[in-house]
């Protein structure tokens, strides 16, 4: 619907594993988006890439680990994850400007539900 | 910090009714903007208000911007019972950031 597609939709691992978080963006924007979002808090801004340089990690855990092959994709990489890791993990993208503005609307996804068991 | 906080937590209203929704924060912006959330779904965004206006419509939905007063409001006319959701407000600063609050839940009665 928003032209961000995010795969799985639902995921549900163990501590020990390691799994995979896609987003794909089909509207030309060169700026993609991780979020966390938990129950009762406010959404919590993760990584932000712009033309495919990492331009935010706010204080993530090591055990998340982003990828940006490319503008239109942008990947999460989870391992040895922790129950309260469990939420709704969003991603989103925007059109930057030259001067690095991300000022602009943000196009989100429907997200993956993850369950860490 | 410059995180926006909405206000009421809770809003349910009848169908046909305005609701109204309040958003403040504490530093200087260069926006605001406001996004609604189905449940369990992603974000999806109703409209920007840059920080040199004061009022700006969409639809049935208006939003003021008071810059001096640090504070904004989204006021949906004419409710319906799909507008039920939550409601965020979210500031985007000097530093580029956009900052969301914890959101409004928003429930219109049939």
């Known amino acids: 619907e928003t032209g961000v597609t995010q795969t799985p939709r639902h995921l549900v691992m163990g501590m020990t594993n390691k799994k995979s978080l896609k987003c794909e963006q089909h509207?030309?924007?060169?700026?993609m988006y991780w979020y966390k979002q938990s129950a009762k808090k406010p959404l919590e801004l993760m990584f932000v890439?712009?033309?495919?340089?990492?331009?935010e990690n706010n204080s993530v855990p090591s055990r998340f680990s982003p990828e940006c092959p490319n503008s239109s994709h942008l990947f999460l990489h989870l391992h040895t994850l922790q129950p309260e890791d469990s939420a709704l993990y969003l991603c989103?993208?925007?059109?930057?400007?030259?001067?690095?503005?991300?000022?602009?609307?943000?196009?989100f996804g429907p997200g993956t539900r993850l369950t860490v068991t | 910090s410059q995180q926006g906080e909405e206000d009421p937590q809770a809003l349910s209203i009848q169908e046909g009714e305005n609701a109204t929704m309040n958003c403040s924060y504490k530093t200087s912006i260069n926006n605001l903007q406001w996004y609604r959330q189905n449940s369990g779904r992603g974000l999806v965004h109703l409209i920007l208000?840059?920080?040199?206006?004061r009022e700006k419509h969409s639809g049935r939905l208006r939003v003021t911007l008071d810059t001096s007063k640090k504070s904004s409001s989204l006021l949906i006319t004419a409710s319906r019972a799909a507008d039920t959701a939550s409601y965020f407000c979210a500031t985007a600063g000097a530093n580029s950031k956009l900052t969301f609050g914890k959101g409004i839940t928003l429930s219109v009665r049939p």
């Open positions: 890439y712009s033309l495919e340089e990492r331009v």
């Open positions: 208000i840059r920080s040199n206006e």
């Open positions: 509207l030309g924007h060169n700026a």
């Open positions: 989103a993208s925007s059109q930057d400007t030259p001067g690095g503005s991300l000022f602009y609307e943000q196009y």
